[in-house]
């Protein structure tokens, strides 16, 4: 699909409003690859073609913006991987309040624009995303300065929520108030929408975590000692004083149980905010074994990136570099290079250099990999 799209893209630059030299057309072909998450090109092209400006989230902090401000719309995508580019959250979405004649409210077709206030992408693991915007038991709306919970919100019927309000005295009152009426043909209408943090679990499901943790004699521990102390400095000073759990003490206080499942709270205060799912060390190597062999041997970037939702401790990096550095088929491949821990077994392959040096006129030099 990459290739495709590159070939397409060089073929016809000025057909996708794209100026490409001979640098640029060097670089889009780089872009073919397997294992480089963006192509920008692709999404220039985009842009031009709806003639709309775009944002993408990729699994960063900020988004990346694509074509001018001043373009009358405006895209949310997603871009996860190689071959996921989905349309999130299009700007100027409009809903249309019908007639609603049980409560004589005489609402004729108002034509309102539907604006948020804060919009968060609802990026899923493995590149899935949600289609729409999903209001959540702890989400709230405000319409015209009345808080209203999801039960009272049904937008598949075109915004009847003030024909099923309980309060008739309010209903009276707003009737009565033309200011009020008056003031909804012309004012927008706000929502907010307060997105809770997501449980992500990576390449495993819930049921798989959960006996991983009970499995693991840490782990269990790990639960117990989190359900006795509440985050706190008593609990710090309690786990410098707990062997086992030395591991956790620069994060301890940031453990939580959400589910009953052992989880780390990243990034709080920010879009990005999250409970990644504790796996035990032994199933985190060999899900990252796992993934670089279904992914073609990647290297360790591809595959850094492809486990970042699942590292919540800096050192698991480690782990990475030891699985692609002692992989026997990628070593047959590239040049020799040290294990990231003694610990682990040496590699050597027999297999001749592609390019031999030479050592001296007429004489090739000896190798071992």
């Known amino acids: 699909l990459r290739q495709q799209i590159v070939s397409e893209l060089i073929a016809h630059p000025k057909l996708y409003g794209l100026d490409l030299n001979k640098s640029g057309k060097f670089e889009l072909k780089i872009m073919s690859q397997e294992g480089i998450n963006l192509i920008p090109q692709a999404i220039m092209a985009f842009s031009n073609l709806y ?18 401000d001043n373009l009358p719309n405006l895209c949310y995508l997603n871009s996860y991987n190689s071959l996921h580019y989905n349309l999130l959250i299009k700007d100027n979405v409009k809903i249309i309040v019908n007639n609603i004649e049980e409560k004589a409210l005489n609402i ?44 009272e919100i049904n937008f598949k019927n075109n915004c009847n929520i003030l024909a099923n309000m309980e309060n008739t005295a309010c209903i009276k009152k707003f009737e009565n108030n033309k200011k009020i009426l008056a003031s909804m043909e012309s004012d927008t209408l706000e929502i907010l929408v307060i997105s809770s943090p997501k449980l992500i679990f990576n390449k495993w499901s819930k049921q798989e975590i959960s ?92 595959l850094q990136n492809l486990l970042r939702e699942t590292v919540w401790n800096p050192h698991d990096w480690r782990v990475i570099k030891d699985v692609c550095h002692t992989c026997q088929m990628c070593q047959r491949f590239k040049a020799p290079c040290n294990v990231a821990h003694p610990g682990y077994k040496k590699i050597i392959s027999t297999c001749m250099p592609i390019r031999p040096l030479v050592d001296r006129p007429g004489k090739f030099a000896t190798y071992t990999r």
């Open 211 to 302: 006996i991983m943790q009970r499995a693991n004699a840490q782990l269990k521990l790990l639960k117990s000692f989190i359900t006795n102390y509440p985050p706190s400095d008593a609990r710090v000073i309690r786990c410098k004083h707990t062997p086992n759990l030395e591991l956790f003490l620069p994060n301890i206080n940031a453990i939580q149980i959400v589910e009953n499942i052992l989880v780390c709270e990243v990034d709080i205060g920010l879009d990005t905010h999250r409970y990644l799912a504790i796996v035990p060390l032994d199933k985190y190597i060999q899900g990252a074994i796992d993934i670089h062999l279904s992914h073609s041997h990647c290297g360790q970037h591809v």
């Open 51 to 68: 003639n709309c400006k775009v944002i993408v989230f990729e699994k960063r902090r900020y988004p990346i913006n694509f074509g001018e």
């Open 108 to 151: 004729n077709n108002i034509s309102q624009n539907l604006n948020l206030i804060s919009p968060s992408p609802l990026i899923l693991s493995e590149g899935r995303v949600e289609s729409e915007v999903n209001l959540k038991n702890n989400e709230t709306v405000n319409l015209c300065n009345k808080n209203l919970n999801k039960s």
